[in-house]
């Protein structure tokens, strides 16, 4: 599969620079911490590189410093900073163009082609070429030896046993190349999953609606009318900023209707808005929450009263209403008059004037597991519903996406969906399944699930592990996986490379927790660990 080259990515090179910011404190401790260990890896991975680039075109980019090639050496070439940064097409040798570029604005550094010579900058070196960063999963690592069980087990028994973890914990560890169990405990016991859960959203979305599915929000005209309805869709990444950056632009969807409108001589409307889409309560049931807009079919920038992209934040109280405020402001911008715009529904006979369309869903998910996005999560968990004839609320999309894993054939046994995004607490989730849901997205015969892989955050550099591994620089660069935090819950799931190469699944489920942070760090040391694990 091969997803079409987005907005946002032909966007990139202005914000280069601002990359460069951004990733250049963590790349002397990235270098340290893989130093000892870049020859064994590269010497273990590169027979594989040619077969990688061939078998996957990941849609993740790698920065191009000698450090980070050197992190994705030591990362057996698996899984390195896919969600780091911006992507963008290919160049003559695989490399991407917004990678290179971020090389080319390092002084004394060339960047395009690699050092093509250049009549501005004859002297430029050329950028570090950063090799495959997505080996093949069906096979190319076969060859590596993978951890003995009773190594790892001696390994995580004593790592796991640290009583931050709380009373509850229970673990899995899985070769991803053959789907074998490396290690268990209580794999089989549901917990609480948290955030962790949105990746069966994400597996469930991908499957069911596609990589390629894009929601579009659609501006319409009733016959005989001067009624204009703005009919939502369900994209939570609908932005009415000046800099879209890639995302459905509400301005864009105004401009185009207020052309449309005076084509056809109407300057002065009366606006409505849909969101009939999606049925069933807006609020979670944990009610109004920072971490969680109203869920509706129609909202710009989450509902965001900031400019904020991620992470908490007051919402407005009607994001339906608040989205086609703006419309009817950016509509009388352009001439058109609106009145106080209201509810509505559209007709089947209704006229199409304008629409945009999100990017494809694998850059949603990408998203929304790199920041753990609610927003998101609870629209996907809808686009499962809707993709499979079932009601876009709560329980059709908890509904939906258990009869998606279902098809696919995952375990099941003690799962209990409530949400897409696990702030319910009642989701029950096991490590069994969790594991299981990442091999599956590392299944070649599986493409359209690889954005879940690309898009875990990346230890110490990206989302919600940005901010982690400050104190455990060996998993930094190394580590990708979805977090998970509730009060008494802490959760990590994701994949490493050992240091043999071998690419690893893992889930970490704690419960009864009293110190978030302890127990952050006790998962963040467990999962290094199997970064640095030989283990034979």
Known sequence: MVVPELRAWRAARPH???????????????????????????????????????????????????????????????LAAGAVALVGPWDSSGQRTAERDWAASREGEGGTDHGRSSDTSPAAKPAPSAASVLIGLGGSTVSVPAPAQKALTNTLDRLLGDPALGGRRTAVVVDVATGKRLYGKGADDAQTPASTTKIATAVAALSAAGADHRIETRAVLEPGTKEVVLVGGGDPTLTARKEAAGWA????????????????HLTEVTLSYDTSLYTGPALHPIGTNPNLAPVSALMVDEARTDDSASGPVTRAADPAADAAGKFAQLLEAKGIKTATPGPSKATNRSQSLASVSSPPLSALIERMLTNSDNDIAEAMARQVALATGRPADFDGGAAAIDAELKKLGLPLSGAHFTDGSGLNRDDRLTA??????????????????????????????????SDRYADDASGTGLVRAKTGTLTGVNTLAGTVVDADGRLLAFAFLASDTTDPSAAQSALDRTASALAGCGCR
């Open 16 to 78: 280069v620079v601002r990359i460069k910011r951004t990733v250049q404190p963590h790349v002397t401790r990235v270098a340290q911490a893989v130093q000892p260990r870049v020859t064994r890896a590269a010497q273990s991975v590169r027979p594989h590189v040619v077969r990688a680039a061939q078998a996957v075109r990941p849609r993740s980019v790698k920065f191009t410093t000698p450090q980070l090639t050197a992190v994705a050496a030591t990362a057996g070439l698996a």
């Open 432 to 465: 069994d399944l969790l594991t299981a849901l990442l091999v599956k997205a590392g299944d070649p015969a599986r493409p359209e699930l690889r954005p879940i892989l690309t898009g875990l955050p990346v230890a110490g550099f990206t989302g919600t592990l």
């Open 249 to 264: 632009s509400l301005r864009t969807l105004a401009d185009e209707t207020a052309t449309a409108l005076k084509a056809r």
